[in-house]
């Protein structure tokens, strides 16, 4: 049931009247074709009538009030028609031009009333039973000005002929009856003409509802499109984001069809590259500064100064790759080749170290940049299902790692092959790398430091030199708040701000509501430094809404649009394409109860009619018992549905009850019900008339001399002076009895107001049903039928030619055929308009289920770039955007699982395409490590990142503080023996894979547990990552450890053995930075004791 205040009616009408947007679209698409039909057809109605009356050889002069009525309001209708192609004059004074049509269809019925000798009671009812028609279904007025003009027609005609016709001194017989039924085809026509408004304007609302929330939703979908393109930019290069964007909808769809369909190999999107330039990085002494740092502090350091390196990256054409706690590189010359990116690598090097310079000599902490370059090829790409990174292999990258931590801190370390390619563009001298890492001193390599041509080292000290007082101040700091306040001055990019603010104006798209159309809301996201942003992309919105609204608008009348969108196919309105036509003709009708009800309703009128004026006789009783019969049983069916409101559930089991619903639902029971009532309208509007036809033409030749007798005597006289016994039966006295053929032609008229009332019902049914009715209707009145018309035109006006409009013959063809036309010309207009809303419901929905999916891929995409408690912080309901995101754990288990013999495994040749079948197996054994993810048992545990062969991650990062802490009361570190059981698997899976590659790899493991930070940083890339004391004992735990075997500390076998694992103690082994520390192997050989 619509909720209150849905439609058009009553409190809604002045508000839907004040909503411009909505006023053009009514105007446009509603109004003004109607009134440009009508207006049509009017004119061609008055050209028709000055036609027949110089056919029928009338004089102008005998009938000049007629003449000149006629020509007068065709010439106004044809001012009226040019002026409303005036687009703006239309919209203003369309009313006016309501009223002033009106009035003049009003004047013009009067003057067709009193023009010639003769005055009836019947006259002109036809005429003004089409202008109240009209009112509602044609001209732009309101319901409530309809209303008021279509009773003000009605009752004007029935009290001037009631008055006029009174008061001759001899009224006719049968006037009451006549009046009222006048009052009935009035009445008929209001309720029908106000059903068939109100159901039209119920229909263009929420026409025009879809047609602004497809608008919205598709704008919705752009910028979910572009969210999106931003998601993976946000982690991949342009170049290879859409290679991946294009597979995982391929993978979707087959995934749709072929539900259990899996290939033996996971998809590989790597390239080679050559002629490229590796830069790593790494700031010296920021692990010490890390130990000192807030969870606040550490990643807003990383993400100021990683954002600085990433503008700085930018202006160098260097793309960053990845960053590994505070280590960071980038490689010149992806993905398009650059002849200078040996400078470009060389230069951000030199820029990164006076970047850290300056924030060294500033802020007195004691930190510096060691930079190492290499040049040469790599394989880039990204490997795995889930934390997608974009990573580069290569014996060059290797190289280029080791040059970096071979280095000087403060000088950028390079090769001499980088120096070939610089072209002696900087100075540079003897690097000796091999004094100070065995791998370049295994390779024998020469190496060189850069010489930083805009100044020597000491003086950019002196530059960054601060005052003392300043120095003296900041030394009361700690080094981590002087580093952090110095480096939010940067300003660096917070990570997904490019995504929050196209959010922001996709959020904000309203749901379409007459609350909201005089002003669209756009819900406020709580940005409370960007609300000036805000309201600017609030109105760029909504201009952007309304151009395409207007657009849509302009299209919506214009038949090339009609068949852009596939409406018309033809001649008819139908869809071109047959899947949309069988979608539309098959759609539930739950109105469909009401088209018949209105239908019964003119049957009804009919019935009034026949029984004040027509002969009574055992035909017209059978002949209605009968239709009103099968109308009953076609009502009681159509609102058997609604008996469940008022009767108990176990009357549901009725089969009345599921007839009603599937003629709701199924064409196949809809359409032969369609047709059965109107057949049975337009049939018995005129079935009594044959008989009664035949009955008085024979009667009516014997008399015919008569009434001519009488007609001589009285010539003068009214209708009402032939009568000779006023008070016997209707059907006795020759002549007069004819009286009732006009209200024949009203009960016609009627049968065809009721195939317009089925107004999602097929256009072919109703329109053929119409054409054959009105060709029918006029055989039998013009032949059949006559004889009798014209011996009741010979008793009225003797041997006086009337004019058209009161010859009852001429009067009742023009009137079927004026009728005929209207309907036909407005069932097609109403066909257009069902299926158009029909159309923009369809696309609605389709783009609905689109936009569902791009937010649920969008949602995957970021949860794939981010644990999902975190995604939310970016993409919930109550976003932080302003806010970087951080979190402190007090107990968080870290993995690091790495295959060392990998990189003997890997090599560069031609048989495996120089190391890219290599990395083949590498992507099988991560993305069958990612798939052990899925599994419920392991929810918990979070993959932090791929480093080469080496499998990051990390268990209890999923819960808060408080909820880790009542955890941990109720089971005490359960996670970390989730973390083991998620190691023995990877083991198991590496040695499936082993087996059917013919490998023989081991995996080294390293498991530790304590507190550690986690933060989203950078803005270029936004990475999601952990740092802590914990994490780097963990890394060492694994470079330290043995093949196939699992290495924790001290503390977390403690924890192990309280959750019955076995450990067996390795003894003191020297970490780096963290002295001799005492570990144990889990033994993997026995269970797990309970």
Same mark, same amino acid.
């Given at each position: 049931m619509?909720?209150r ?19 053009t679209?009514?105007c ?14 009017? &004119? ?18 005998d ?6 009525t006629l ?14 192609f005036i ?6 004074c369309?009313?006016?031009f309501a009223?002033f049509?009106?009035?003049?269809? #009003?004047?013009?019925?009067?003057i ?8 009836s009671a ?30 003000l027609?009605s ?11 009174s ?24 309720l029908?003409g ?17 047609t ?7 704008m919705?979908?752009?910028?979910k ?5 931003s ?13 991946m ?7 979707l769809?087959e ?5 259990h ?8 999107y790597v390239?080679?590259h050559q002629?490229?330039?590796i830069l ?19 990643v ?11 503008q700085?990256a930018?202006?160098?054409e ?10 960071y590189?980038?490689?010149?010359g ?8 040996a ?24 930190i510096?940049?060691?930079v ?7 394989l880039c ?9 974009y990573?580069?292999w ?5 190289l280029?790692?080791?040059?970096e ?8 370390h ?34 060189y430091?850069?010489?930083?041509p805009?100044?020597t ?5 002196s ?55 005089k002003?669209?809301?756009?819900r406020s996201?709580?940005?409370?430094r ?7 992309q ?10 395409k609204?207007?657009?849509t608008?302009n ?13 018309? &196919? ?28 209105c ?10 009619v ?10 017209l ?7 009103a &019969?099968?109308l009953l ?5 159509s609102?058997?549905?609604y008996?469940k409101?008022?009767?108990?559930n ?8 599921g007839?009603s619903?599937?003629v ?8 032969p019900?369609t ?5 049975v309208?337009?049939v ?6 044959y008989?009664?036809?035949?009955m008085?033409t ?24 032939n009568?000779?016994d ?9 002549g ?7 209200y ?40 059949n039928?006559a ?5 009741y035109?010979?008793?009225?006006? =003797?041997s006086?030619?009337?004019?058209p ?12 055929? #004026? ?11 109403n ?5 158009l ?34 995604a ?9 955007n302003?806010?970087l ?6 107990c968080?288990? +870290?993995?690091?699982?790495?295959v ?15 190391g890219l ?45 408080g909820?880790e ?9 359960a996670?970390? =023996?989730?973390m ?8 198991s ?5 082993n ?11 390293? +498991? ?7 933060g ?11 740092w ?5 004992? &963990? ?16 503390e977390?076998?403690?924890v ?7 450990c067996?103690?390795r003894g ?13 192997f ?5 269970n797990?004791?309970?």
């Amino acid at each position: 049931m619509p909720s209150r205040g849905k439609y058009f009616i009553n409190e809604n009408e002045t508000r839907r009247r004040t909503d411009s947007l909505f006023e053009t679209y009514f105007c446009i698409t509603q109004q003004f074709p109607l009134v440009f039909l009508f207006l049509l057809i009017i &004119a061609v109605a008055c050209i028709s009538l000055i036609i027949v009356f110089f056919v029928n050889d009338l004089r102008v002069t005998d009938h000049l009030r007629f003449f000149v009525t006629l020509c007068t309001a065709l010439g106004i209708f044809v001012v009226i028609f040019v002026l409303i192609f005036i687009e703006s004059l239309f919209q203003r004074c369309m009313k006016i031009f309501a009223l002033f049509i009106w009035l003049c269809l #009003l004047t013009m019925g009067f003057i067709f009333i009193f023009t010639g000798e003769r005055i009836s009671a019947w006259d002109q009812v036809p005429f003004f039973l089409y202008i109240i028609f009209v009112l509602y279904t044609m001209l732009p007025l309101s319901m409530r000005d309809a209303i008021l003009a279509s009773l003000l027609s009605s009752v004007s005609h029935v009290i001037t002929l009631s008055i006029y016709l009174s008061a001759t001194s001899k009224p006719p017989t049968f006037l009451a009856q006549q009046l009222v039924s006048n009052a009935v085809i009035f009445l008929c026509g209001c309720l029908v003409g106000f059903f068939h408004k109100f159901s039209m304007e119920r229909a263009l609302e929420q026409t025009y509802e879809d047609t602004l929330s497809c608008i919205q939703i598709g704008m919705q979908l752009d910028v979910k499109k572009k969210q999106q393109e931003s998601l993976l930019l946000s982690v991949l290069p342009v170049y290879i984001s859409m290679e991946m964007k294009l597979s995982i909808i391929e993978r979707l769809r087959e995934s749709n069809y072929y539900p259990h369909k899996r290939d033996n190999f996971h998809s590989l999107y790597v390239k080679r590259h050559q002629n490229v330039s590796i830069l790593y990085a790494d700031i010296v002494g920021f692990t010490r500064l890390a130990s000192d740092c807030s969870p606040k502090e550490l990643v807003v350091m990383l993400n100021e100064l990683f954002g600085k390196f990433d503008q700085i990256a930018k202006e160098n054409e260097c793309m960053r790759i990845k960053i590994l706690g505070d280590c960071y590189y980038c490689v010149s010359g992806l993905p398009v080749s650059l002849p200078k990116h040996a400078r470009n690598c060389v230069k951000m090097g030199l820029d990164m170290c006076e970047a850290i310079e300056q924030v060294r000599a500033v802020t007195m902490v004691d930190i510096s940049m060691r930079v190492g370059v290499h040049s040469g090829n790599v394989l880039c790409g990204v490997i795995g299902l889930r934390k997608w990174q974009y990573d580069v292999w290569s014996h060059d990258v290797t190289l280029a790692n080791h040059m970096e931590s071979g280095g000087v801190p403060g000088r950028v370390h390079i090769t001499a092959t980088t120096l070939s390619y610089l072209q002696k563009a900087y100075e540079v001298e003897e690097g000796n790398g091999h004094q100070r890492n065995a791998y370049l001193n295994e390779l024998k390599l020469k190496t060189y430091l850069v010489i930083d041509p805009r100044t020597t080292q000491q003086s950019l000290k002196s530059r960054h030199l601060p005052k003392p007082g300043y120095v003296n101040e900041r030394l009361k700091m700690r080094a981590s708040v002087r580093m952090t306040r110095y480096l939010e001055s940067w300003g660096a990019v917070k990570p997904f701000a490019h995504l929050q603010q196209r959010e922001s104006v996709g959020s904000e798209i309203p749901t379409p509501s007459r609350k909201t159309r005089k002003e669209i809301p756009m819900r406020s996201l709580g940005l409370h430094r960007s609300l000036d942003r805000n309201k600017s992309q609030k109105r760029r919105f909504e201009e952007e809404l309304h151009e395409k609204m207007i657009t849509t608008i302009n299209g919506i009348n214009s038949h090339k649009e009609s068949i852009k969108c596939g409406i018309f &196919a033809g001649v008819t309105p139908s869809f071109s394409e047959k899947g949309l036509e069988k979608a539309y003709r098959s759609v539930c009708l739950p109105h469909m109860r009401y088209y018949a009800g209105c239908a019964t309703l003119i049957f009804v009128s009919i019935f009034v009619v026949h029984l004040l004026v027509m002969p009574l006789n055992v035909l017209l009783g059978v002949s209605f018992g009968i239709a009103a &019969a099968v109308l009953l049983i076609i009502l009681f069916v159509s609102f058997a549905g609604y008996a469940k409101l008022w009767m108990n559930n176990s009357s549901s089991s009725n089969p009345f009850f599921g007839i009603s619903e599937a003629v709701t639902k199924k064409p196949i029971l809809r359409l032969p019900l369609t047709l059965i009532v109107i057949v049975v309208v337009l049939v018995i509007s005129l079935l009594n008339l044959y008989s009664i036809s035949e009955m008085h033409t024979k009667t009516n030749e014997t008399n015919l001399h008569l009434h001519h007798l009488q007609y001589n005597t009285n010539a003068t006289g009214n209708e009402s002076d032939n009568l000779t016994d006023p008070s016997q039966n209707k059907t006795n006295s020759s002549g007069r009895e004819n009286y009732f053929l006009p209200y024949y032609v009203c009960c016609c008229i009627l049968g065809l107001i009721a195939c317009s009332v089925f107004l999602r019902i097929s256009f072919e049914v109703k329109a053929l049903l119409l054409i054959i009715a009105c060709v029918v209707y006029n055989i039998i009145f013009l032949k059949n039928c006559a004889f009798s018309f014209e011996e009741y035109k010979t008793f009225l006006y =003797g041997s006086a030619t009337p004019s058209p409009t009161k010859n009852p013959k001429i009067m009742g063809s023009f009137y079927l055929l #004026l009728f005929g036309f209207t309907l036909l010309f407005l069932i097609k207009q109403n066909a257009y308009y069902c299926r158009l809303d029909f159309l923009w419901k369809n696309k609605f929905k389709r783009e609905r289920e689109e936009i569902e999916t791009m937010e649920n891929l969008n949602r995957l995409l970021l949860e794939n770039v981010l644990p999902g408690h975190v995604a939310k912080h970016f993409i919930g309901e109550n976003k932080k955007n302003e806010e970087l995101y951080h979190q402190s754990y007090d107990c968080v288990c +870290i993995m690091f699982a790495s295959v060392p013999d990998f990189k003997e495994f890997y090599t560069e040749c031609d048989v495996n395409k120089e190391g890219l079948e290599c990395l083949r197996l590498l992507n099988e054994i991560i993305a069958d490590f990612d798939e052990l993810l899925s599994k419920p048992k392991f929810s918990s545990v979070e993959k932090i990142k791929t480093i080469g062969s080496t499998y990051m991650a990390a268990a209890g990062l999923s819960i808060g503080t408080g909820q880790e802490n009542k955890q941990d009361k109720e089971k005490p570190c359960a996670h970390i =023996g989730i973390m083991v059981e998620f190691a023995t698997a990877l083991m198991s899976k590496l040695d499936g894979i082993n087996r059917h590659s013919f490998n023989n790899f081991k995996l080294r493991v390293g +498991i530790n547990h304590g507190p550690v930070i986690a933060g989203v940083i950078g803005a270029q890339k936004p990475q999601y990552d952990i740092w802590g004391n914990a994490v780097n004992v &963990a890394s060492r735990m694994d470079s330290t450890g043995e093949l196939g075997k699992i290495q924790v500390t001290e503390e977390t076998c403690n924890v192990l053995r309280q959750l019955g694992y076995s450990c067996e103690s390795r003894g003191l082994i020297s970490v780096k930075g963290k002295g001799d520390l005492q570990t144990y192997f889990l033994c993997m050989d026995m269970n797990k004791s309970h």
